[in-house]
Nanobody, 125 residues
Framework: EVQLVESGGGLVQAGGTLRLSCAAS????????IGWFRQAPGKEREALSC????????YYADSVKGRFTISSDNAKNTVYLQMNSLKPGDTAVYYC??????????????????WGQGTQVTVSS
């Protein structure tokens, strides 16, 4: 079965750093595009970043560009989101998701096929 499990969330102060992990099973992360999304209370889900399954080219939303970095480790079948210079506005539940359709570069404005359960990130001021 396809499964994605996020971890690494927690409480940090503004300016701090967190590294989120998305552990995949039932498929290899090198075969699917992986995206990171977040949703804060009362707000729409926001697409943050993705990494393609072919060239591993990455995309970042303007809100996180320069602060967040997506990467993959095929040996661990895991995708990471390194989050630096965190702001209170980054507080949200963070989700990783996989898209089966091959695209290079990856797209975010498409329906992703598999989703994790999310991990809470809280940034205090």
């Amino acid at each position: 079965e396809v499964q994605l499990v996020e971890s690494g969330g927690g409480l940090v102060q503004a300016g701090g750093t967190l590294r989120l992990s998305c552990a995949a099973s039932g498929f290899t992360v090198d075969d699917y595009a992986i995206g990171w999304f977040r949703q804060a209370p009362g707000k729409e889900r926001e697409a943050l970043s993705c990494i393609s399954s072919n060239s591993h080219e990455t995309y970042y939303a303007d809100s996180v560009k320069g602060r967040f970095t997506i990467s993959s480790d095929n040996a661990k079948n895991t995708v990471y989101l390194q989050m630096n210079s965190l702001k209170p506005g980054d507080t949200a539940v963070y989700y990783c998701a996989a898209e089966v359709t091959w695209r290079d570069p990856c797209w975010l404005n498409v329906p992703y096929d598999y989703w994790g359960q999310g991990t809470q990130v809280t940034v205090s001021s």
